[in-house]
């Protein structure tokens, strides 16, 4: 990524620093009352004090003001008042010519020098002298003058007295001074100095965000970020940074050599003496943090010779302590050591790093720091003991990028020896990049490791790792490039290999086509119990999500029969395959089983630290413990799944969990999630989720959002549409049963349609067969009946309901709720339920007896329309009630109760 970054935004101080802009310009206009004030403008190199001081002296002429400008160097720390002499010779009158009173006060300051100021009485003199001819310049300018006075830190001791006097005795005129400098780099003499009271201080610290943002205007969000983190908030650098590409390699410093903030970072160290610049190209070479010790060594100079060049290095904030690590040192900014280490000479520079390396080795520093700079020495070659030590230290302390780095520096190394290191080197490396979600890290890892003879089993993990972050693709190129290569031989490793590429299909998030899957049996004599288990999970879940669940039934148990014989907790090859069966069985009502597979395999995931299996099983695990009737362990559970799921990018998973956290959190009473994530479309996009989502929003009383989310397209008149989009056989008796409840309980729902979807929801049990199915067929019926109030036959239809799904399934809740009311209201009369109504309760009803409209009902009791749709939904199976319609109905005959319970 290249940033272009216009040019007329970096030229306006003000777009980014005015607050810091307004605090100087109101200093200008404020010397109109005639006595000269002094400000200081601090901070680092390139904070943007020039830039500001730019600003300051376009916006002071444009309001008439004169305006002096003067640059100390440190070439022209030597002459004598040199800033004020700059300032006073570009004072220009008609005709281009020194305005007589600058010209006589430039005469002034030229002459004088250190023989004639050296005594108090020659110094006095002479400021008696230039205030009067400051006084002759005032007159003679058309208006207010602003002196402007730049990187001041390098101002000759003359220029500093003259500075002193103009804040202990102000001229008599309307001066403002503005004198811009580098804290770090002012000598004692100038700080004490502006330390007087009167003068103002204005400082530039780093930029926030918001004013990064601004500079570099129209970049992604995910880009600026970067960008102002690496450039720690300096403006210079922030600029120079978005003009480079930021994948470059660390310790590249080329472009920072070539290119303009090269040249202004190297101007710099011109002045240094060669042993100075020898110590800080040491410094370079050894990293972002050093100490006196490893300096020296890669120097080759005596430590007190490096501890007093750094102790001058530091005096030129070219070098920094480290806050909170005594005897450490950091460059100023990353960049300025790029710059260094880019421009030193290249032969010079290897043997330095060998040098460093042979230091740290011997100094017990890190495996992956020593790496480093053998590995630019030319050295690693010699010690792969190293580039092991290096991965290892990498990966504990958190940068598996690196880890991975070194893992092909040591393939490449043992196999020109002849060797071939084990999986035990490359695996852990690639679960700690796929847990981070780095699939383009795990992808040339992976071709790395592949590039050398390795076994089947680790090109079927490979392909695991890389189809669960989701590169379906890539994953089935592995597998393909390995059965290529291996041709007829090793039937075992082919059986295996082809098992996989329809694994990699489920654990991209596809469902494998049934003819590929049912085609892996022409293996099966020479499948080993793994191989042989995972093919017939994935014949059962194809089986299972076809509708054909009564021919699923038998592989599934094969299945687990198999995976039940392995040890425990699950292998990395088990966790795939158990992931399988966990789901298959979960489609099949089999909770108990699916429960303990992936529990089982979740553990092992756990203890291998493999987060791409970890997001889809507790996604898998948070489904069927919700079913199991365990809402708060469903949430907790899905809680879980989403961070891992959002930390390795697979948006899927995320869906899930949201629309699992949804539900859950509705089922536990809380119908509203405080994040508001089940008010977001993208995530009900897939049928198990917008059934999730649907049943969290009828459990929180609102069926025209389940409606919503079940029926995204309105059908055509008369139309009853199949199911919702992507249709799942199994899912569809469920999907039914919730259209039914939540037309049923809608403000404007078409309640003949109720007895439609009861229709549907009992072809679509009859189709697949499974006893839940037929429980969500007789929970549709019993709606039919209630909504004709014949409740001895609804109350049947819900305990029939409650007999088949049990108190597990959300449907069994439902089914549990509604046959207690219709139950109750047989045994006591259409109106006993009135008596059972708290007094909020029986407002609300009143009310929607009297035609109010939701909407309408929250505002004549001030409580919100969700609130009133909690309170009738309560009502409703109080009452036994499906509708508002039967609601008025009843109330239409009833004689107003006594007050209800609280």
């Not at 880019?342 to 520079?349: E, F, L, Q, S």
Request: charged letters at 25%.
């Amino acid at each position: 990524m290249t940033v272009t970054v216009r040019a007329q935004e970096i030229r306006r101080p003000a777009l980014v620093r005015h607050v810091e802009f307004d605090r100087l310009t109101h200093l200008v206009r404020a010397a109109r009352d005639r006595h000269g004030r002094v400000a200081e403008l601090t901070g680092d190199p390139g904070a943007g004090k020039s830039w500001l001081l730019d600003g300051l002296a376009a916006r002071a002429r444009r309001d008439g003001v004169t305006v002096w400008s003067g640059r100390c160097s440190e070439a022209g720390a030597d002459q004598p008042f040199h800033p004020f002499l700059q300032a006073l010779a570009a004072w220009r009158g008609p005709g281009g010519r020194i305005v007589p009173a600058a010209a006589t006060l430039i005469d002034v300051l030229g002459a004088a020098g250190d023989a004639g100021t050296a005594s108090f009485t020659g110094r006095h003199q002479l400021f008696v002298t230039v205030r009067r001819g400051l006084a002759d310049c005032l007159a003679a300018a058309p208006g207010d003058v602003l002196l402007l006075l730049d990187d001041v830190h390098w101002a000759d001791p003359l220029s500093v007295a003259l500075l002193e006097m103009l804040i202990r005795r102000p001229v008599d005129g309307p001066l403002t001074t503005v004198v811009a400098h580098r804290p770090r780099q002012s000598p004692v003499r100038l700080r004490s100095v502006l330390d007087l009271g009167g003068v103002a201080s204005v400082a530039l610290g780093p930029l926030s965000y918001g004013q990064s943002a601004r500079l570099l205007d129209g970049l992604a969000p995910e880009t600026l970020q970067g960008l102002h983190d690496d450039a720690m908030g300096n403006p210079l650098y922030l600029t120079a940074l978005a003009g480079q590409h930021r994948d470059r390699p660390a310790d590249d410093g080329g472009p920072w050599t070539r290119g303009s903030l090269g040249a202004r970072l190297l101007a710099e160290t011109e002045p240094l003496r060669e042993e100075a610049r020898l110590v800080l190209d040491a410094a370079a070479v050894l990293g972002d943090v050093v100490d006196v010790g490893a300096v020296a060594a890669v120097a080759g100079v005596d430590r007190d010779v490096a501890c007093r060049v750094l102790t001058e290095l530091r005096r030129r904030d070219l070098i920094r302590p480290v806050p909170g690590s005594p005897g450490t040192l950091t460059f100023r900014h990353p960049l300025v050591r790029l710059a260094l280490y880019g421009a030193a000479d290249p032969c010079w520079r290897s043997a330095a790093h060998g040098r460093a390396a042979r230091h740290l080795s011997a100094t017990g520093a890190p495996p992956a720091e020593v790496a480093r700079h053998a590995e630019r020495s030319g050295i690693l070659s010699a010690d792969p003991a190293l580039l092991v030590a290096a991965v290892h230290d990498a990966l504990r302390n958190g940068r598996p990028a690196e880890a991975a780095h070194w893992v092909g520096s040591a393939l490449r190394v043992q196999r020109a020896h002849g060797a071939e290191p084990g999986p035990g080197l490359w695996r852990p490396v690639v679960r700690a990049l796929a847990a981070t979600g780095d699939a383009a890290g795990v992808r040339e890892l992976a071709r790395q490791v592949l590039g050398g003879p390795v076994g089947a089993r680790s090109v079927a993990f490979l392909s695991s790792v890389t189809a669960a972050l989701g590169d379906a693709g890539e994953a089935q190129a592995l597998v393909l490039a390995e059965l290529t290569a291996r041709g007829d031989a090793d039937p075992a490793a082919r059986a295996l290999l082809h098992v996989q590429a329809q694994l990699s299909t489920v654990l991209a998030g596809r469902t494998p086509a049934r003819a590929d899957v049912e085609a892996l049996a022409r293996d099966a004599a020479h499948e080993d119990r793994v191989t042989g288990a995972g093919r017939l999970a994935l014949l059962g879940m194809c089986m299972v999500i076809g509708g054909h669940t009564a021919r699923a039934a038998e592989p599934l148990r094969s299945a687990a029969r198999l995976l039940d014989g392995a040890e425990t907790p699950a292998g990395s090859r088990e966790g795939g395959h158990l992931l399988v069966l966990a789901w298959a069985e979960a489609l099949m009502g089999w909770y108990d089983q699916a429960r303990a597979h992936a529990e089982r395999a979740l553990s092992g995931a756990r203890e291998r630290g493999e987060a791409h299996l970890m997001a889809p099983l507790l996604g898998t695990l948070g489904y069927v413990l919700f079913h199991m009737g365990r809402p708060a362990d469903a949430h907790t559970v899905s809680l879980e799944a989403r961070s891992v799921a959002h930390r390795i990018g697979r948006d899927d998973h995320v869906g899930l969990a949201d629309a699992l956290i949804a539900a859950s959190w509705a089922r536990l009473g809380r119908p509203t999630l405080p994040n508001g994530r089940d008010d977001d479309p993208a995530a009900a996009r897939t049928p198990i989720n917008a059934l999730l989502f649907a049943e969290a929003a009828l459990t929180g009383g609102e069926p025209g959002r389940a409606l919503a989310l079940l029926l995204p397209y309105e059908p055509e008149p008369g139309d009853l549409p199949e199911q919702v989009p992507e249709p799942v056989q199994v899912y569809a008796a469920w999907c039914y049963e919730l259209l039914a409840a939540a037309t049923l309980r809608a403000d404007d729902g078409q309640h003949a349609r109720v007895a439609r979807w009861a229709e549907a929801a009992e072809d679509a049990a009859v189709a697949v067969g499974l006893p839940e199915a037929a429980g969500y067929a007789r929970l549709a019926k019993g709606h039919v009946f209630a909504q004709a109030r014949r409740w001895e036959p609804a109350a049947r239809c819900y305990e029939d309901a409650l007999a088949l799904l049990g108190d597990g399934p959300p449907g069994g809740a439902r089914a549990r709720d509604l046959a207690r009311a219709a139950l109750h209201h047989l045994a006591l009369g259409p109106q006993a339920g009135l008596g059972e109504l708290t007094s909020r309760e029986r407002e609300v009803a009143d009310l929607a007896g009297e035609g109010l409209k939701t909407k309408d009902i929250a505002e004549r009791l001030r409580i919100s329309p969700r609130t009133v749709d909690v309170h009738l939904n309560r009502i409703y199976a109080k009452l036994g009630v499906g509708s508002r319609a039967a609601l008025v109905r009843l109330l239409s005959v009833s004689e107003p109760p006594g007050p209800g319970p609280r």
